[in-house]
């Protein structure tokens, strides 16, 4: 009995033992308590049972005692049991889990020299330690295999379908509109890179713009932009509407045009994600102007200018510009913005607007205007609480303020004559009381507007009345979606909560059935919410509600407290409605599911690409007084007239209405900055277009930049980031997309999802790629501009890669 003794050994080992038995009590009197907290929640007993073990074999290494390192090593086989149980083999799921345990039992096994005295305390701890190793690295090699794409389908050969893209410019060479034309495909027919080829593609050229944020506009810049390339020059526009045009070929660049956008227009983010390119008809090719260079600015501009020479069109508007914001009222600077490109159909300009967020009720109008694309003059606007006016309101009025807008991307059929918007939400996003019945029609509905009346042809709302934030960010999609009884001209439209509808882009009649399903009731306005809300039989990108089981963090502590943070909250699945009493949990959260980054769609082999977030949103209605003691003021009523930061929804006052929203935006911890959530956070889906099912799926960007407290891990292992931007696929059978939070952009072969390609940018690649030839070279060209929201570094950099 004597190795279950006290040690009589003095010197540097006693006093570590000392230590590491102070620690373990340490740990497992927090455990205890918060353990205790969790299971009187309801919540799992291990932390308890655990914490309880920790405080035992901790007071006993404080005494020397060799029963105290034998009860450590049966806590550790015992969690190590529970988390198999909890989590099977998912990698990431077992890391707060077993990490730090194992770092705990590695201390645990180097302190048995100390406790058995002689040679048999060392090989008891090599032995000890070894063991470990060969389990950690078996562990390491689960991590890596959770990262690999799940091939569930396969891709249907090239040319197995057909389509019939209505725009007036092809794609091919060019690459005409930020979504490859107005159809929104991001599909390019240029095959001569592949998945065999594309190890040998490099950098050709590299520009850098010039446009990096002043320390007023320090934490606001997103730059999100896709170039355009029509005949020999690519035409882009940078955070604060720089426009610019370069030689494919080399990067040279051949004109730029300012706008002169102050810092105070930023609205949430500075960000212009594309230009759009007009043709005269019939103009003389030699005139000034014949072809023009048009952008929305975040002062609520349009401009035009001579896409051969950068200088501003003296027939549109004046001198080149058109302010959008006549008859919107007065607003606060950035409250009024636009960050998407127009989208042009027939000749008229199609624009809505970036309406900040959060702020007030009677938020600027989200009024649709259609404008002449050769005199800037108002053709239309469409303000949906008014369906008689066809113009701007009658003097001493305004648009009708705070109506659901559309900030992202419109479709354009040009046979059709239709654009396709994807509307938002009322102002202030989480309260819906004051809502009109036009408003409750139309909020987070994807319209179709007829360009020559700027009149509604049809809608179909994805929610009802929505609280959500779950605004259609994407831009639709239009294809020829194969039936039964032939093909029918479509538009596939992503959301944020997940579903990919299908719908008849000539009547909005769902082509794949939509189901009305129960949702849960209740929160601060029962009598609001919807008994029922539509669910696409198509598709959906959206996860099983959460469990428990599936908090995470760097350490059993942590995920312990996203563990309380869970049972203390309301969650009653998809659609929880909003509270104030306690926090609610939101999942999907506000970015997807889908956001402004769309889907990309190859027509030829019938397959929708879709990246996508999976991260939930921590949520509490703030009652109007606690957020005036908190000083939750809108733009332009900042204390000290500041730009607010931060995640957006986090502290927007809704001025206007009863509540505030305080949005803890991904669920994430405060310390450590980690995801209560486990990983992935995002992912990239193939999916059948015919049938709607999953070809394959994979956990999208790796976590070398990510980690706790900031600090970049390294690790290159897929954990699935949150993401932002879209993906282009091409007739060579791959997917370019960059998107995520590791600063790559990376090349995915099509048949098996599998990265063929990397390549490290110089800030975050957070816009959608675009391909085109020139010379007879394909090239891939990305804007690296970087993300605030998405916390990945600033920059300025257009990059183009060729084969060598």
């Not at 494919?248 to 045009?257: D, E, H, I, L, V």
């Not at 505030?660 to 994430?668: E, F, S």
């Not at 959530?677 to 099912?693: M, T, V």
Request: glycine share 12%; hydrophobic share 40%; aromatic share 8%.
């Amino acid at each position: 009995m004597a190795s279950l003794g006290s040690s009589t050994r003095r010197g540097p080992g006693a006093w570590a033992v000392l230590a590491l038995g102070v620690v373990l009590a340490l740990i497992g009197a927090v455990l205890v308590v918060g353990g205790a907290w969790l299971a009187v929640l309801g919540g799992s007993p291990y932390y308890l049972l655990a914490g309880v073990g920790l405080l035992a074999s901790g007071a006993l290494l404080v005494r020397r005692r060799l029963l105290g390192a034998w009860i450590y090593i049966g806590v550790y086989a015992a969690t190590v049991l529970w988390a198999l149980w909890e989590a099977g083999l998912n990698g990431w799921a077992l890391v707060p889990r077993v990490i730090a345990p194992s770092v705990l039992l590695v201390l645990v096994l180097l302190s048995l020299p100390v406790l058995v005295p002689g040679r048999g305390g060392r090989r008891q701890a090599v032995g000890g330690l070894a063991l470990l190793a060969l389990f950690l690295a078996v562990g390491g090699g689960v991590v890596a295999k959770v990262g690999q794409p799940k091939v569930v389908g396969q891709v249907r050969p090239a040319g197995s379908m057909t389509d019939n893209d209505p725009a007036l410019l092809r794609v091919g060479a060019d690459w005409p509109a930020y979504g490859g034309t107005y159809a929104g495909q991001r599909y390019s027919p240029l095959a001569q890179i592949t998945p065999r080829n594309v190890s040998k593609l490099e950098r050709v050229w590299m520009i850098r713009t010039g446009d990096m944020p002043s320390a007023a506009a320090a934490g606001k810049y997103g730059a999100e932009n896709t170039p355009l390339k029509v005949g020999n020059s690519l035409y882009l526009c940078t955070p604060k509407n720089i426009m610019m045009a370069i030689d494919p070929a080399t990067g040279q660049t051949r004109w730029r045009y300012d706008p002169k956008v102050p810092d105070a227009a930023i609205p949430y983010t500075a960000a212009c994600r594309g230009v759009s390119y007009y043709a005269v008809p019939g103009a003389d090719p030699a005139k000034a102007c014949a072809t023009r260079i048009i952008e929305g600015t975040l002062d609520a501009r349009l401009i035009a200018v001579d896409a051969r020479t950068g200088v501003p069109c003296a027939d549109f508007g004046q001198n080149g510009q058109v302010s959008t914001a006549v008859g919107m009222g007065p607003s606060a600077p950035g409250m009024l913005s636009i960050t998407s490109a127009p989208t042009i159909v027939r000749g008229v300009i199609v624009t809505g607007h970036q309406v900040l967020d959060g702020q007030r009720r009677d938020a600027p109008s989200g009024v649709i205007q259609g404008f002449d694309a050769v005199t800037g003059q108002l053709r239309w606007a469409w303000d949906m609480t008014h369906p008689e006016r066809t113009g701007a309101p009658p003097t001493g009025e305004t648009y009708t303020k705070g109506t659901p807008n559309m900030w992202t991307t419109a479709t354009g059929d040009e046979a059709l004559g239709y654009v396709y918007l994807p509307l938002g939400v009322s102002a202030a996003d989480y309260w819906s009381s004051s809502r009109s019945p036009s408003e409750k029609q139309f909020s987070t509905s994807l319209v179709a507007i007829d360009v020559t009346t700027g009149k509604p042809v049809w809608s179909f709302q994805t929610v009802h009345n929505d609280v959500w934030d779950y605004d259609l960010g994407s831009q639709g999609t239009l294809v020829d979606f194969p039936t039964g009884a032939g093909p029918i001209p479509a538009v596939v439209l992503p959301s944020k909560k997940g579903d990919i509808y299908v719908l008849d882009r000539r009547t909005g009649k769902p082509l794949v059935d939509v189901e009305e399903r129960p949702v849960p009731q209740g929160g601060l306005e029962p009598e609001q919410r919807a008994p029922t809300q539509p669910f696409s039989l198509f598709h959906t990108l959206r996860k099983p509600d959460l469990k428990e089981r599936q908090m995470w963090g760097m350490s059993p502590i942590d995920q312990m407290i996203c563990r309380i943070q869970f049972r203390r909250a309301e969650y009653q699945g998809f659609y929880t409605p909003p509270v104030s009493k306690k926090r609610y949990i939101q999942y999907p959260g506000y970015n997807g599911g889908s956001d402004w980054g769309g889907v990309a769609i190859d027509p030829s082999r019938g397959v929708i690409v879709a990246n996508y977030n999976d991260m939930p949103n921590y949520n509490r209605l703030v009652p109007r007084a606690e957020a005036d003691r908190r000083g939750w003021a809108p733009r332009g009523q900042e204390r000290g007239g500041s730009m607010k930061k931060g995640a957006e929804g986090a502290g927007d006052p809704q001025v206007g209405t009863p509540y505030a929203i305080d949005v803890n935006a991904g669920w994430r911890l405060p310390l450590t900055g980690l995801l209560c959530k486990q990983p992935p956070y995002g992912g990239l889906r193939a999916i059948d277009l015919a049938s709607g099912r999953t070809l394959w799926d994979r956990p999208f960007g790796t976590a070398r930049t990510n980690g706790p407290f900031g600090i970049p891990s390294r690790l290159p292992f897929e954990i699935g980031t949150p993401n932002n931007g879209g993906a282009v696929v091409t007739a060579g059978g791959l997917v370019f997309v960059a998107a995520a939070t590791d600063n790559l952009i990376r090349a995915v072969d099509l048949q098996t999802g599998r990265t063929v390609w990397t390549d490290v940018l110089p800030a975050g690649g957070q816009a959608t790629p675009m391909t085109y030839e020139t010379g007879g070279k394909q090239y891939v060209v990305i804007m690296a501009g970087g993300h605030h929201f998405m916390e990945t570094p600033i920059g300025d950099q257009v990059i183009a890669y060729a084969l060598k």
